[in-house]
């Protein structure tokens, strides 16, 4: 049984970091993609973020190029989410997902994942 268990989470000022986590289970081998969504309340939910299985390609959604970083430790089974110069609409729960994502010719992600996980709530204060 495959599990994703999110953390990291909590309350920042805008302006603040956070870093978020996400450690797998259950999956037999290292050779898969990862990535982060996020969604607001009433808000449809956000590509964040996609990580190859070796690190070696990423994807940033605009809103948040040069201020998030993804990144992954296969030894560990556990990726991250580095976020920086947070901003007060940037609060929301935030998923980590695995499995299945299509790269495009131009980099893209298509955030199309098999597995997600609970996710963890991230609050940015004014």
């Known amino acids: 049984q495959v599990q994703l268990v999110e953390s990291g989470g909590g309350l920042v000022q805008a302006g603040g970091s956070l870093r978020l986590s996400c450690t797998a289970s259950?999956?037999?081998?290292?050779?898969?993609?990862m990535g982060w969504f996020r969604q607001a309340p009433g808000k449809e939910r956000e590509g964040v973020s996609c990580?190859?299985?070796?690190?070696?390609?990423?994807y940033y959604g605009d809103s948040v190029k040069g201020r998030f970083t993804i990144s992954r430790d296969n030894s560990k089974n556990t990726l991250y989410l580095q976020m920086n110069s947070l901003k007060p609409e940037e609060t929301a729960m935030y998923y980590c997902?695995?499995?299945?994502?299509?790269?495009?010719?131009?980099?893209?992600?298509?955030?199309?994942?098999?597995?997600w996980g609970q996710g963890t709530h991230v609050t940015v204060s004014s």
């Open positions: 997902a695995a499995v299945g994502t299509v790269w495009g010719s131009a980099g893209t992600c298509s955030f199309d994942f098999k597995f």
């Open positions: 259950g999956l037999t081998s290292d050779d898969y993609d």
């Open positions: 990580i190859s299985w070796n690190g070696a390609t990423t």
